[in-house]
Nanobody
């Protein structure tokens, strides 16, 4: 299983950005796709995830600002990020959990700065 993330970049506070991550290879019918992030100098943290059945969870710090969605036909997960703040600056990683295994994509950098 391979994951390819895209969509990172430099934005100003209050702006929006959408990340996408496409999974390829042997994808199970049931899986959970999600996003994690690693701010500079800090540990990686979970941001949000969505199951193939549509169950969604968010970390409290992004509730109301970020929206996770997925296209099961394309095995792609999206993260719509609104009202971005400097504390959202991080390398964002996508992740898929299936059949008891955890797969990671390479990160994409999101920088929020004026």
């Amino acid at each position: 299983v391979q994951l390819q993330a895209s969509g990172g970049g430099l934005v100003q506070p209050g702006e929006s950005l959408t990340l996408s991550c496409a999974a390829s290879g042997s994808i199970a019918s049931f899986n959970v796709m999600g996003w994690y992030r690693q701010p500079p100098g800090k540990q990686r943290e979970w941001v949000a995830d969505i199951s193939s059945g549509g169950t969604i969870r968010y970390v409290d710090s992004v509730k109301g600002r970020f929206t996770i969605s997925r296209d099961n036909a394309k095995n792609t997960v999206y993260l719509q990020m609104n009202s971005l703040q400097p504390e959202d600056t991080a390398v964002y990683y996508c992740n898929i959990i299936q059949l008891g295994r955890n797969y990671w994509g390479k990160g994409t950098l999101v920088t929020v700065s004026s």
